[in-house]
C-alpha cells in the first residue's frame, strides 16, 4: 500500500504546479485519465486548466495522451510512415 509519504514525496517532485495540493490532484486525475475513467475536459476542469493548456502540461512532462483507442493510434502511425 502506498503510503501518504511516499504520495507527498512524488508531488514534491512534479515540476509543474505550486501547491503540494495541486500535484496531489494532478496525479490523482492522471491517473483517472490513463484509465480512461474521466475525459480529458473534466481533468482540465478538475484541475481548473483550459483543455489545451492541459495538453501542453502533459506533453512538457512526456506523457501521450490521445483520445484515440490503440488501434486507431497504430493505424495513424501507419499512415504517417507512408
Not at 5 to 17: K, T
Amino acid at each position: 500500500m502506498v503510503t501518504t509519504l511516499v504520495i507527498d514525496e512524488i508531488a514534491s517532485n512534479l515540476p509543474v504546479f505550486e501547491k503540494k495540493e495541486q500535484k496531489q490532484l494532478f496525479l490523482f486525475v492522471l491517473g483517472g485519465l490513463a484509465s480512461r475513467l474521466i475525459s480529458l475536459k473534466k481533468v482540465a476542469e478538475t484541475m481548473e486548466l483550459a483543455p489545451d493548456t492541459l495538453l501542453t502540461t502533459l506533453d512538457l512532462l512526456g506523457i501521450d495522451f490521445s483520445y484515440l483507442e490503440n488501434l486507431d493510434i497504430e493505424i495513424e502511425k501507419q499512415w504517417q510512415d507512408i
